[in-house]
């Protein structure tokens, strides 16, 4: 079952500008991770923002989480033209087993 | 390195004939897991393993077998291929508990 939507589908960016991505989810969350996927490549972890966080930065990347409205954005600040990929958030809504579920994904343009 | 690694990385089959998609971690993980992106679907999980001689349904997985008799391994079984099993196909692992997932870098099958 589909848990996470990200929103936009799509987004094109100059190379500098922020690029910021939204995802939200149905059900209550132990995690929320997000993911990048370099065209048809294997998916690559970039942040585990727990339940009871608000916010967690790792480099240019700023994760937010809102559990109240069930939401979550990813921010990429100063994007370079590198930071073209697919971004997918995951949530981890399982109580007992481990059941990790991906939204579609952003797919995102960085024009050099 | 540590890698999740899938074997083939391409397949093209027929109908009906029987094939495994291998998948082997270096990492010690007990967490495991196949999924499946389409166009359009996203990421969909077919089956999970939590640890050795354990394994559970993800949410597509008619079609598809499994073992996990090593930890380091945990083949994809398909017994019958049929046209609508081509997709790209991803296995991942983790070290369970709830941690980020590690990517194989995919096998893009193709049924006729």
């Known amino acids: 079952s589909q848990q996470g939507e990200e929103d936009p589908q799509a987004l094109s960016i100059q190379e500098g500008e922020n690029a910021t991505m939204n995802c939200s989810y149905k059900?209550?969350?132990?995690?929320l991770q997000w993911y990048r996927q370099n065209s048809g490549r294997g998916l690559v972890h970039l942040i585990l923002i727990r339940s009871n966080e608000r916010e967690k930065h790792s480099g240019r990347l700023r994760v937010t989480l809102d559990t109240s409205k069930k939401s979550s954005s990813l921010l990429i600040t100063a994007s370079r033209a590198a930071d073209t990929a697919s971004y997918f958030c995951?949530?981890?809504?399982?109580?007992?087993?481990?059941?990790?579920?991906f939204g579609k994904g952003t797919k995102l343009s960085v024009i050099p | 390195e540590a890698q999740v690694t899938q074997n083939p990385r391409y397949l093209i089959t027929v109908t009906g004939k029987k094939l495994t998609v291998t998948c082997s971690q270096n990492?010690?993980?007990?967490?495991m897991s196949w999924y499946r992106q389409d166009p359009g679907l996203g990421l969909r999980q077919i089956y999970y393993?939590?640890?050795?001689?354990?394994?559970d349904k993800g949410d597509v997985p008619e079609g598809y077998k499994v073992s996990r008799k090593e930890k380091r391994n945990f083949p994809l079984i398909l017994e019958s291929p049929s046209p609508n099993q081509t997709s790209l196909y991803f296995c991942?692992?983790?070290?369970?508990?709830?941690?980020?997932?590690?990517f194989g870098n995919g096998t893009r099958l193709t049924v006729t």
């Open positions: 991942a692992s983790s070290l369970g508990g709830r941690s980020p997932l590690h």
């Open positions: 990492m010690n993980h007990e967490y």
């Open positions: 393993s939590m640890n050795v001689e354990v394994t």
């Open positions: 995951a949530t981890d809504s399982g109580a007992g087993s481990y059941q990790l579920t």
């Open positions: 059900t209550s969350i132990n995690n």
